[in-house]
């Protein structure tokens, strides 16, 4: 059973950081994409960061001097390091993989990120 458990979210005022947290169950961690996503109220869920098995890091454009996304293959931890954080990334921050021949989607359940200006 493919578990992800994001942690590491909360009340941040404007130009601040954190540190999202992403343990991962039940796959061979160190073969997969990882990838953050995250959605704000009223949007669709946007893609932030990804991961491949080789390190090779992809940020979307609104946060690419901003973000940093790593792993820990030993540990089965995925990281999304945020600074200089702004209102505007206020949104529930998801983990996440796929594989299989169909490409399936798993997510985790989840983590609050507020900006305060």
């Known amino acids: 059973q493919v578990q992800l458990a994001e942690s590491g979210g909360g009340l941040v005022q404007a130009g601040g950081s954190l540190r999202l947290s992403c343990a991962v169950s039940g796959t061979d961690f160190s073969i997969r994409t990882m990838g953050w996503y995250r959605q704000a109220p009223g949007k669709q869920r946007e893609l932030v960061a990804t991961?491949?098995?080789?390190?090779?890091?992809n940020l979307a454009n609104p946060v690419k001097a901003r973000f940093t996304i790593s792993r820990d293959n030993a540990n089965n931890m995925v990281y999304l390091q945020m600074n200089d954080l702004k209102p505007e990334d206020t949104a529930v921050y998801y983990c996440?993989?796929?594989?299989?021949?169909?490409?399936?989607?798993?997510w985790g359940q989840g983590t609050q990120v507020t900006v305060s200006s």
């Open positions: 991961i491949t098995s080789g390190g090779s890091t």
């Open positions: 996440h993989t796929y594989f299989g021949a169909f490409r399936r989607d798993y």
